[in-house]
């Protein structure tokens, strides 16, 4: 059974900086893409972040140059490095093992439970 157990959030304020990890488990973070995904207010969930095997990694406009995303396969950990918050950030964060490429899309339809960033002005 995958689980993917996310971590990290908090309330920071703009400007700030966050880093989330996902702990998976029934599942190895290096066979595939992963991401990260998050749910604002009043908007759909979306891809923000993935990482394919080779490192490569794509963005989605609203996070380019203030995220980085990153996989830590020795210990089946996707990792979310946040910096330069804006209070738009605001919102549930959620990884989940993805397709690649430039098409930020889930696979298979595991969630974990997320982990709430909150950014003040």
């Known amino acids: 059974q995958v689980q993917l157990v996310e971590s990290g959030g908090g309330s920071v304020q703009g400007g700030g900086s966050l880093r989330l990890s996902c702990a998976a488990s029934g599942y190895t973070t290096g066979r595939s893409c992963m991401a990260w995904f998050r749910q604002t207010p009043g908007k759909e969930r979306e891809g923000i972040a993935n990482?394919?095997?080779?490192?490569?990694?794509t963005y989605a406009d609203a996070v380019k140059g203030r995220f980085t995303i990153s996989k830590d396969n020795t210990k089946n950990t996707l990792l979310l490095q946040m910096n330069n918050l804006e209070p738009e950030d605001t919102g549930m964060y959620y990884c989940?093992?993805?397709?690649?490429?430039?098409?930020?899309?889930?696979?298979?339809?595991?969630w974990g439970q997320g982990t709430q960033v909150t950014v003040s002005p």
């Open positions: 989940a093992i993805s397709a690649c490429g430039a098409d930020i899309k889930p696979l298979f339809g595991f």
């Open positions: 990482i394919d095997n080779d490192g490569h990694t």
